[in-house]
T-cell receptor, first 116, second 112 residues
Framework: KAGVTQTPRYLIKTRGQQVTLSCSPI?????VSWYQQTPGQGLQFLFE???????NKGNFPGRFSGRQFSNSRSEMNVSTLELGDSALYLC???????????????FGPGTRLTVL | DQQVKQNSPSLSVQEGRISILNCDYT??????FLWYKKYPAEGPTFLIS?????DKNEDGRFTVFLNKSAKHLSLHIVPSQPGDSAVYFC???????????FGTGTSLTVIP
């Protein structure tokens, strides 16, 4: 079974631009979560989608948005990029995070975003 | 507000010895805990988990201990191997939630 894939792997943008990152979950997984990883901050939760609906959102400004398609693929968009947005963005999929099923998340390799 | 904390950013251990990585949490609603391992340029990979109905879970060289009263969990690796050198993240969630909370990670170096 193929793992979680993320594209692109590396991205360089300048301040003020916008960026779209893509994530394809493991086949059959309907929950997709996005995280931002910066040195010393661990993995900061951005949002989680399940069946095309955003179920939960972390404490990030509205410049960070996402969506999920009917095939469970997800995209994350960051508008008006700032220098502080430089980070590794990780996507993780699972069968479902909610309810009685405890399912670990499977992570993609991440997209390394550099904002100049 | 960091609900899951890993207070040791780094740890060095001799090959063959025990590695103990610690994690503390503040939210008493958390009832499921996981450890992930991350190599550079890769995403985290799931290592081991434990639910709050247990105080210990073992998988080969890896054992996770949970002390609910102290809101503390630890990962023991015995014996440690050079290939274990990586960043280890602990994570926690609540049954009623749909979000995992991650610690800031501990970088483990196993010295041959």
């Amino acid at each position: 079974k193929a793992g979680v894939t993320q594209t692109p792997r590396y991205l360089i943008k300048t301040r003020g631009q916008q960026v779209t990152l893509s994530c394809s979950p493991i086949s059959g997984h309907r929950s997709v979560s996005w995280y931002q990883q910066t040195p010393g901050q661990g993995l900061q939760f951005l949002f989680e989608y399940f069946s095309e609906t955003q179920r939960n959102k972390g404490n990030f400004p509205g410049r960070f948005s996402g969506r999920q398609f009917s095939n469970s693929r997800s995209e994350m968009n960051v508008s008006t990029l700032e220098l502080g947005d430089s980070a590794l963005y990780l996507c993780a999929s699972s069968l479902n995070l909610q309810g009685t099923d405890y399912n670990e998340q499977f992570f993609g390799p991440g997209t390394r975003l550099t904002v100049l | 507000d960091q609900q899951v904390k890993q207070n040791s950013p780094s740890l060095s251990v001799q090959e063959g010895r025990i590695s103990i990585l610690n994690c503390d949490y503040t939210n008493s609603m958390f009832d499921y805990f996981l450890w992930y391992k991350k190599y550079p340029a890769e995403g985290p990979t799931f290592l081991i988990s434990i639910s709050s109905i247990k105080d210990k879970n073992e998988d080969g060289r890896f054992t996770v201990f949970l002390n609910k009263s102290a809101k503390h969990l630890s990962l023991h690796i015995v014996p440690s191997q050079p290939g274990d050198s990586a960043v280890y993240f602990c994570a926690a969630s609540a049954l009623t939630g749909n979000q995992f909370y991650f610690g800031t990670g501990t970088s483990l170096t196993v010295i041959p």
